[in-house]
């Protein structure tokens, strides 16, 4: 690749405000780019905060608390939560109905644009390797409208559940990756079951505070680098 832009609106590490979607002139600058075709590829690394499994996991002290569920993807009743919640739902709904819209129209696009989307496995699936009885009412980005919404527009599609540790992690980490068919020789790959967890337990566990009150889930947030082998193989065919 000659240009990557790199989007991330962490106010400390990257371009905050100016890089984040819910800024207009930001978007309306994406959707302009996606539409004539400037991107080959488009990885979406979509913030996991609310679709995270680990809210339903008990803390002490408490974390933020589910805003979603199984029943309730695209989020749970507003007369159920604290205004503080009910903000950051609406907040990353605009962002996820943006992003597929940049998305869509990068596909659609002369340019053809492949992509990848990435976000937690849901785990509220029964008979999946990653489903839980604790996780039974996960409410996940991949059953939500807007998400379905992407599938339909774009039917040359799919999708793939893997789980970190087979790729070198520490953390067990069941992740599902959504993407065009173009990227499917090396991606359908992370289905088989060798990418499948097969270990009793794991050095480190995704979710819960840690001694010193952090959250364990942000240090899981970093790709293992066999994981950035294999984008970066998918992108390159």
Same mark, same amino acid.
């Given at each position: 690749?000659?240009?990557?832009?790199?989007?991330?609106?962490?106010?400390?590490?990257?371009?905050?405000?100016?890089?984040?979607?819910?800024?207009?002139?930001?978007?309306?600058?994406?959707?302009?780019?996606?539409?004539?075709?400037?991107?080959?590829?488009?990885?979406?690394?979509?913030?996991?905060?609310?679709?995270?499994?680990?809210?339903?996991?008990?803390?002490?002290?408490?974390?933020?608390?589910?805003?979603?569920?199984?029943?309730?993807?695209?989020?749970?009743?507003?007369?159920?939560?604290?205004?503080?919640?009910?903000?950051?739902?609406?907040?990353?709904?605009?962002?996820?109905?943006?992003?597929?819209?940049?998305?869509?129209?990068?596909?659609?696009?002369?340019?053809?644009?492949?992509?990848?989307? #990435?976000?937690?496995?849901?785990?509220?699936?029964? @008979? =999946? !390797?990653?489903?839980?009885?604790?996780? $039974?009412? %996960?409410?996940?980005?991949f059953a939500t409208s807007a998400f379905n919404q992407l599938k339909s527009a774009i039917p040359d599609s799919s999708m793939v559940t893997f789980a970190?540790?087979?790729?070198?992690?520490?953390?067990?980490?069941?992740?599902?990756?959504?993407?065009?068919? #173009?990227?499917?020789?090396?991606?359908?790959?992370? @289905? =088989? !079951?060798?990418?499948?967890?097969?270990? $009793?337990? %794991?050095?480190?566990?995704?979710?819960?505070?840690?001694?010193?009150?952090?959250?364990?889930?942000?240090?899981?947030?970093?790709?293992?680098?066999?994981?950035?082998?294999?984008?970066?193989?998918?992108f390159s065919l």
């Amino acid at each position: 690749w000659k240009v990557v832009i790199d989007i991330d609106n962490d106010p400390d590490t990257s371009g905050g405000w100016l890089h984040d979607l819910l800024n207009d002139e930001t978007y309306t600058q994406l959707l302009a780019l996606a539409t004539r075709g400037a991107f080959d590829g488009i990885m979406v690394a979509f913030p996991c905060s609310t679709f995270s499994a680990a809210r339903l996991f008990p803390t002490d002290p408490p974390g933020p608390p589910p805003v979603r569920s199984r029943s309730h993807p695209d989020g749970l009743p507003e007369s159920e939560l604290d205004p503080k919640y009910q903000r950051e739902l609406r907040n990353t709904n605009l962002l996820l109905d943006r992003v597929v819209q940049i998305v869509v129209a990068a596909r659609n696009s002369p340019k053809k644009t492949s992509v990848i989307i #990435e976000n937690p496995a849901d785990r509220s699936i029964q @008979g =999946t !390797p990653q489903f839980g009885e604790d996780t $039974s009412e %996960h409410g996940s980005l991949f059953a939500t409208s807007a998400f379905n919404q992407l599938k339909s527009a774009i039917p040359d599609s799919s999708m793939v559940t893997f789980a970190y540790c087979r790729l070198g992690s520490d953390y067990q980490k069941y992740t599902t990756f959504w993407y065009t068919n #173009e990227a499917a020789p090396v991606l359908d790959q992370l @289905g =088989t !079951p060798i990418y499948q967890c097969n270990h $009793s337990s %794991h050095p480190k566990i995704a979710g819960g505070r840690l001694p010193d009150g952090t959250w364990a889930s942000a240090a899981t947030a970093a790709y293992p680098a066999q994981l950035n082998i294999r984008l970066a193989m998918a992108f390159s065919l």
